[in-house]
């Protein structure tokens, strides 16, 4: 797909994953779908109540999961931006900080979004392994006024090497 018109990027360059939280093959997961917005990504998403850990408040490890997911498809977009692939490169995730502002209520309204802070590329001889640092927010829409910080967080992603093939 040209970039920028691809849809959502999960189902444009991996229809075929089963990852649990953003995988479009995988009926039982999240099925998270992000879209390019200027400088990273942003998914319209609402967390169904089976995911609760109490009544009414959403399990932590679901976020951090879809933002986890969410970073990663960031980072992969802006590298594969950055040197002109047809793909995404492999990214993983070396590490994820995670600020839970408020509980993140089910079935409500959600939008998560994500800016790339940095790319630093590996100063080791003969190795191409890009660290992408990404912010990633999940806000709650209100009806009326502006949006609700639920949470806040930095993924950072290492480039594997290979394109994505999933």
């Given amino acids: 797909p040209e970039p920028g018109k691809e849809g959502f990027v999960q189902d444009a360059y991996t229809p075929n994953s089963k990852c ?3 995988g479009p093959a995988n009926a039982e997961g999240l099925q998270l779908k992000s879209k390019r ?19 009414g408040i959403v399990n932590g490890g679901v976020i951090s999961t879809l933002m986890d997911c969410h970073g990663n498809w960031t980072a992969a977009i802006a590298l594969m931006d950055k040197a002109g692939l047809p793909m ?4 993983l995730t070396s590490s994820v900080f995670i600020s839970y502002k408020d509980p993140t209520p089910p079935d409500a309204p959600l939008v998560m979004r994500s800016k790339v802070i940095s790319i630093r ?13 990404v912010d990633v927010s999940v806000y709650e829409k209100q009806e009326y006024g502006p949006e609700k910080l639920l949470v806040q967080g930095t993924v950072m992603c290492k480039r594997l090497g290979a394109l994505r093939a999933l």
């Fill in 88 to 91: 995404p490169p492999l990214t």
């Fill in 20 to 22: 649990f939280g953003c």
């Fill in 37 to 55: 917005v200027s400088g990273g990504l942003e998914a319209l998403l609402s967390i169904p109540q089976k995911y609760c850990a109490f009544p």
């Fill in 121 to 133: 590329e590996s100063n080791h001889p003969g190795m191409n392994k890009s660290t992408v640092e």
